[in-house]
């Protein structure tokens, strides 16, 4: 059944990030929840609440998740100048790099995967893939 083969595609991905408990990313020294985390916050500048809401984890968990970055100069935080209760994240000129470098390699792999399509179902691929891409966007699943 097509829900079979959609759920083993995207289990398989998941694998294949290492979010489910490796030790190794696409960025050398980063663990993969690290990455994810400097990919989520990108160019943007996010009070510290706020990404932890938008990350699902509590803010003591996004905190800790924090420090090892922040020591390693992927990630800046510091006080809110409107409002000084509050911290204000974003990345360092180092930390865009090691996005930058991250998104390279994401591209590459899904390149190499995608050659493997045979020419002539390319365009199917990516239609199905375009119209799966919008639906998981668009949707508000919990779990």
């Known amino acids: 059944m097509i829900h079979d083969t959609f759920g083993e595609l995207l289990f398989s991905i998941i694998k294949m990030s290492g979010v489910l408990g490796g030790e190794k990313s696409f960025v050398e020294g980063l663990t993969p929840k690290q990455l994810h985390l400097l990919m989520e916050i990108g160019s943007q500048t996010y ?3 706020d990404l932890a809401g938008i990350l699902g984890v509590e803010p003591s968990t996004l ?4 420090d090892p970055l922040a020591k390693a100069g992927l990630v800046d935080r510091q006080s809110n100048p409107d409002n000084r209760r509050e911290v204000l994240i974003k990345l360092t000129e180092k930390g865009m790099d090691a996005v930058k470098v991250a998104h390279e390699k994401h591209h590459q792999l899904f390149a190499d995967l ?3 399509v045979p020419e002539d ?8 893939l375009a119209i799966l891409l ?3 966007k668009h949707s508000n699943f919990k779990h």
């Open 114 to 116: 995608l050659d493997q």
């Open 134 to 136: 919008k639906i998981v």
């Open 63 to 66: 905190t800790r998740t924090l």
């Open 121 to 128: 179902k390319r365009k199917q691929v990516d239609e199905s």
């Open 47 to 49: 009070r510290h609440g």
